[in-house]
């Protein structure tokens, strides 16, 4: 079977490829007044220029020129340009064979250039490797590997060769970045990763499959299920850390070409591949899962501000024709007073000549219930919702490992608070509970004369907890939306190297 090409032909043409800008040309082909000087000793100007043309290919791109190549004609000409001679003397260098080696072996000395060796080819090989474990893109390992062979002075060989040499550095990482996610694992960790693969009980997918279903709809039920697939993720109990044993890059390759896999492709790859494969695809469907549970609750969160909203002004408006009689009523009345006061006439007689005095007592009872309270606001109707919300919030608490910033530090002792309320199955929040994170609109509804209100303290909690995950005062481990922000960072050593 031929070896499978790394690079495109786009890319393989690239790679060694002359300049093509004035500006390149400038700074890789100028003399030097010690270039001058040696190609001044060769007799004869068709030599002269051979052996400036062989000296800009070993400089740039650092191939020496091959025999049966026209050099480009932009390279012939900025040579003849500086040198004085027409570039029509090509042909009868190029007659030359002999010579043509003789410069090539002088340049080669002048330089202080190596030709490339078996031995370059396995060192390169091994040193490779290392940045093959960081990505599978072949033309990233060319442009390294042809970086450091000018850096080493060595001459570049073959085109073919070049990709053999990434090739193999590919197939060395792919190995070492299989066996530093794979080597961790227990004789446990592989049965339970092969029972991925199997049939789930009352379905006919696998169990992979399972845990890789859509959210849904923001509902407490999908809620739920999505929660049940995270608990069984964990249930594996993979080693700590191992999402950071290779680089992210190849780990997320490798989830996506897992999750591309059948169950059966999966079980007929060798068993290093197969394993490495699978942790990869979990690692990702942890972080994952844990993403969605949190836009889930997100959305259901809106949901319920929206809920609220619409219930809210669908009774302001419903109460909109009593409120404006009311008001045309109470203006009649008004005005009635008035004048009797101007004109010392008998007040009440004045009121019941507009209504009689009992539909008046009933009119400023039903005013009273039509009164809305100061700070009217539709925040009091989202307790409407609290029941749905309760069917996933302990269970949602739980299964987030969060950590905070100095600003959303106080509400992670709250979400302890609500933690040991359900452990407890307990309906009273206690009294020193946190409430230093509770906004001005909430403060009426979250503390009452009896003292903090359960619903409302628990609103209010997971309230804060969406503003604050998505202002990243809030972090979760294990979420890749919602990661710390040093983890996207160098590390400190590293950063240090740079």
Known sequence: MPRRSVLTPAERAGLLAFPVTDDEFVRHYTFS???????????????????????????YPGFALPTDEEPPAPLLLTVGRQLRIEPEMWPQYAQR????REHLAELQTWLNLSPFTVADFRRLVHQLAELAQQTDRGVVIAEALIETLRQQRIIMPALDVIERVCSEALTRGTRQVYEAMTSPLAERHLRSLDDLLTVREGTKGSVLIWLRQPPGSPRPKHMLAHLDRLKAVRELLLPDDLEHAVHQNRLLKLAREGAQMTAQHLRDLEPIRRYATLVAVILDTRATLIDEIIDLHDRFMASLFSKAK??????????????????????????????AKQSGNDPFAAIEAIIPWDAFAESVTEAETLAQPENFDFLSLIGDGFSQMRRYTPIFLEALKMKAAPTARDLLP??????????????????????????????????????????????????????????GDIWVQGSRQFKDFDEYLLPAPKFTLQ
Not at 34 to 59: E, H, P, T, W
Not at 323 to 333: A, E, F, H, S, T
């Open 33 to 59: 007044e010690s270039d001058l000087a040696a190609i001044r000793q060769r007799r004869g100007k068709q030599n002269r220029l051979g052996f400036a043309v062989q000296l800009c290919y070993l400089r």
């Open 97 to 100: 064979p002999e010579t043509r």
């Open 310 to 339: 619409r219930k809210h002004s669908d009774r302001f408006q419903q109460s909109g024709k009593t409120i404006n009689d009311k008001v045309r009523l109470y203006w009649r009345i008004g005005r009635a007073l008035v004048d």
């Open 414 to 471: 709250a979400i302890e608070v609500l933690k040991e309320m359900n452990e407890r199955q307990s309906r009273k929040v206690p009294d020193d509970a946190p409430t230093s994170f509770v906004r001005k609109r909430w403060e009426t509804l979250v503390s009452t004369p009896e003292g903090l209100d359960r619903r409302f303290y628990e609103l209010c909690v997971l309230s804060e907890l969406k503003n604050s995950l998505r202002s």
